[in-house]
């Protein structure tokens, strides 16, 4: 599949994962999600695409990430190897993470 953006929404999962860095760690936690989403991209066939984020304040990193089925966080907690990787980040930060579906996709009314 070719990660791409159309006019009506297309099932779709996505991982919204915030992590919230310690004091002066953005740039470590980032470094590491990195790390993680390159493990993933790499060797899991359920990946699709990732957009990794900084916030300007230095408070928090944000993973959005989109995968072919909500099964396949299963799939990515099963691997040893991306447990050690993800582990890393609570050495730098706390975080969450959440599954979501596409609903509904709002594009900007072009005028006819």
Known sequence: MIPAFTIEPIP???????????????????????????????RKPGFLWSNLSKSTDGLTVVNIEAISDPGDVEIFFSDPVFLEKFGRLDTVSSSEFHTYTTGDLVLPKVPV
């Not at 996505?14 to 004091?23: D, E, K, L, R, S």
């Open 12 to 42: 779709t999962t996505f991982i919204v994962n915030v992590i919230h860095v310690h004091p002066g760690k953005q740039e470590d936690a980032f470094r590491l999600i990195q790390d993680v989403v390159h493990y993933v991209a790499e």
